[in-house]
């Protein structure tokens, strides 16, 4: 029988429009965006309370970031949390377009559908 990794896993759940970081079998938490243009809008970032403290929310949207870069796409960071990864991680600031009013109004009628 094969025992879960400890070692925290994120993979992208296109079907729900998330990044998931899975422990120990368990969605731990996850990082949500919408497509705009060929670019992922980011806007929110939640991490299970029975895993906080253990940087998970940081490990998650690292590697979402990872992995839109490696697909050579560029982010809108809308969520507070991705937004302050950005502003402490300088090395994907050549990923990072501005949140603009227009992309407020798009994600605000995409989330209400």
């Not at 960071?77 to 377009?97: G, N």
Request: glycine share 4%; net charge negative; with cysteine.
């Amino acid at each position: 029988m094969t025992r879960p990794t400890t070692t925290p896993t994120v993979q992208r759940a296109d079907d729900k429009h998330h990044y998931e970081i899975q422990v120990v079998g368990r969605t731990a938490g996850f990082t949500a965006y919408e497509d705009h243009d060929g670019r992922p809008v980011f806007y929110h970032t939640e991490v299970d309370a029975s895993f906080a403290g253990q940087g998970l929310a940081s490990q998650l949207v690292e590697r979402a970031l990872t992995d839109v870069r490696d697909a050579r796409m560029r982010v809108v960071a809308v969520c507070p949390y991705v937004a302050k990864f950005l502003e402490r991680r300088q090395e994907f600031a050549d990923i990072t377009d501005p949140v603009t009013p227009e992309i407020l109004r798009w994600l605000a009628t995409v989330l209400a559908h």
